[in-house]
């Protein structure tokens, strides 16, 4: 779901595309080097053995192999490289053609389609061309039509060279699906087209080396870009990087990067082979689109997402008896926008066919909420049913309504390119593809009055609170974002709890380590060495909610944009957020510039709140921020401190509960 700031626990990846290859190689992300015969079998499912490409002996025609060694237009290699792999489709296309026969006879056909020419890749967004060296992209041109001849491919490919001839990289383009996409890399400049008034020098081995660093920068940035445009319909994206005669085939997706060994295309043709044979034969579940979404069409211009009935669950955590379809009504509500990570994606959906009728995404009735959380983390849809068991009926309207769920439970079953099948692999770290559709609901700021703010923020962290102590499930990521609130026919709010996919079992020996959303996380977490996640950490987490929402809520149902204070004072980074905090709650809290609809709630709710945070931050600065465990003072609540009574007794508000604990 939106949220300002990003998770604590994947904040390293938010910067990922502005990092050199080289500290992204000696990071924990590093990319995952296999050979090319590993990759085109994952890729193409196939056995590669059966392929026999080495029967093929390829040689490079002279005149293709020195319109690319000595290209017409300096710094141009990729021209000439897209004549260099049409011709070894031409000489390769009846073993392309063979693989797809096997594949329908084997009842494995994917929407296979028929690519005749390597632009016909490059234009559908299937895959993208990085020039490494001189950090240029491929760009994309209108589609040729079949020619019937041999010569009338080559007149049509000199027409189309003369049209691609440095067309540089700062262009907009639109994938498949027809969502923008940004490839402007700041600071990258083509070598063909220096800055303005720089004068032009003798390539040397440092500016070799500097345009290969914004040539992996380059082939980042539009790696992220796609998987980001592309709003869940894709699951990986794949790249041929050009390093001279070098090229390698490179796969990104939110756990990883695959990349290939280097492969000379003159001196090795028969895995130049073997990578054009891999790729022509690919269909759209190879190429990485998400096979649980259709293209879109007429009557669903967005798709349509189809729920499988193997390995889901309805609402009571039954197994579905039949796919349930889905149509997609609008544009993504919320994209993680970071290459590796959890990958969330949340679309609003209708049922089919009812929903073919909504156009309107603001009207749908359901989202369907798309991730890759850790394998080790339990399903958010397992931990509200199990939730909705434990606290009853009296507090089940807290909670999201689910209409369904799936999820692949094995790293194995993810199909192209698992993790898993990399030798030196950290399974823990695994991550597995979960789908959750459940209702929707309106966001915090959509409140239309302070009591109805009141309302809901109260009915929340009571909620919080009963799910911690009679299910013994500590929500773990509060956030400006996971506070919604749900409307009936007349009008009345209730809070609901959203987001529960960093939920964390409080007697799983197994916890995760401490996260959250870096706007709201506990002062105690920031450290370097964080102590376990306790309830009172969740506390201190709805006091920055508080305030985020005095800035953010102008009760006219409108997203605000950040303000300045927010930014400069709280959602900064984490190495200053605890000593900002500080100093934000011991200024007069009436200078700062809060809407003024939340004036009441200064004295009443705010001061109290932040006393309360500071005699805390007393409290740890007296133990140098580490637990306490002399076996006299309560940890847990900070002697007492900390406690869902003290909080809400400090708002001069009723502790006690509709129904007993």
């Known amino acids: 779901m939106p949220s300002p700031g990003e998770d604590h626990e994947t904040a390293t990846h938010s910067h990922l595309t502005s990092q050199p290859w080289h500290s992204l190689v000696n990071s924990g992300n590093m990319p995952i080097d296999i050979d090319v015969d590993i990759f085109v079998e994952k890729l193409l499912k196939y056995p590669v053995d059966g392929l026999n490409i080495a029967a093929l002996q390829y040689y490079c025609p002279d005149q293709l192999k020195k319109a690319y060694l000595w290209p017409e237009v300096p710094g141009d290699r990729l021209t000439p490289l897209d004549r260099i792999i049409d011709d070894v489709h031409i000489r390769a296309r009846r073993i392309v053609r063979t693989i797809w026969r096997d594949r329908v006879a084997r009842g494995v056909n994917a929407e296979l389609s028929n690519r005749l020419y390597w632009r016909d890749l490059v234009d559908s967004e299937d895959i993208f061309v990085v020039d490494k060296q001189h950090v240029k992209l491929m760009e994309a041109t209108p589609k040729p039509s079949l020619p019937s001849t041999r010569a009338t491919r080559r007149n049509h490919e000199r027409k189309r060279k003369s049209e691609d001839v440095d067309t540089g990289i700062h262009k907009r383009q639109k994938n498949a699906d027809g969502l923008p996409i940004s490839i402007l890399v700041p600071g990258i400049y083509c070598t063909d087209d220096p800055k303005p008034e720089q004068k032009k020098v003798a390539p040397t081995c440092t500016t070799e ?40 085939l490179v796969c990104f997706d939110c756990m990883t990067i695959h990349i290939t060994r280097p492969v000379h295309i003159f001196k090795e043709p028969e895995l130049l082979v073997l990578i054009v044979v891999a790729l022509f034969a690919s269909d759209r579940v190879h190429l990485g689109y998400e096979p649980l979404i259709s293209p879109p069409t007429k009557l669903a211009p967005h798709g349509m997402l189809c729920i499988p009935s193997s390995g889901s669950w309805d609402r009571d955590g039954n197994f579905l008896a039949e796919d349930a379809p889905f149509v997609i009504s609008g544009e993504p509500i919320y994209v993680e926008s970071t290459l590796l990570g959890r990958a969330t994606v949340v679309l609003p959906v209708d049922h089919f066919p009812a929903g073919l009728c909504n156009v309107n995404s603001k009207t749908s009735s359901l989202i369907a909420k798309m991730g890759w959380p850790l394998q080790m983390q339990t399903s958010e849809d397992k931990i509200i049913r199990e939730i909705r068991r434990e606290v009853g009926p009296c507090w089940e309207a807290y909670i999201p309504r689910i209409e369904c769920s799936w999820g692949i439970m ?44 009141k309302t809901v923020f109260l009915d929340l962290v009571r909620f919080h609170y009963v799910a911690y102590t009679k299910a013994g499930i500590l929500h773990g990521d509060l956030s400006f974002a996971n506070l919604m609130l749900r409307r009936d026919e ?127 931050v007393e409290m740890h600065a007296e133990n140098d921020w580490q637990d306490v465990n002399d076996g006299t003072f309560d940890n847990e609540t900070l002697g007492g401190l900390m406690t869902y009574d003290g909080f809400m007794r400090a708002i001069d508000e009723d502790p006690r509960l509709p129904e007993p604990l």
């Open 209 to 248: 080396v500097r345009g290969s660093a914004k040539g992996m920068a380059l082939m980042l940035h539009v790696a992220q870009e796609r998987l980001t445009s592309a709003a869940g319909r894709r699951r990986h994206v794949l790249a041929l990087l050009v390093d001279g005669p070098i090229v390698r």
């Open 410 to 453: 094995s790293q194995w079953n993810i199909g192209i390119l698992p993790r898993i099948a990399t030798v030196g692999s950290d399974l823990s770290q695994n991550q597995v593809f979960r789908v959750l559709v459940c209702e929707r609901l309106e966001h915090l700021w959509t409140v239309s009055s302070l009591d109805e703010f």
């Open 490 to 616: 007349a009008k009345n709010v209730t809070g609901v709890l959203n987001d529960w996919d960093m939920a964390i079992r409080m007697k799983s020996p197994n916890r995760r380590l401490p996260g959250g959303t870096m706007p709201f996380i506990a002062m105690e977490l920031l450290q370097d060495c964080p102590p376990p996640q306790r309830y009172r950490h969740d506390l201190e987490s709805f006091v920055w909610i508080l305030v985020w929402s005095m800035y953010q809520i102008d009760f006219t149902g409108a997203d605000l944009p950040q303000c300045d204070e927010l930014s400069d004072h709280l959602d900064v980074d984490s190495d200053v957020l605890m000593r900002e905090r500080v100093r934000f709650m011991m200024a007069d809290v009436h200078a700062w510039k809060f809407q003024p609809q939340f004036e009441p709630l200064v004295d009443k709710w705010l001061k109290p709140l932040f006393d309360m945070l500071l005699q805390a």
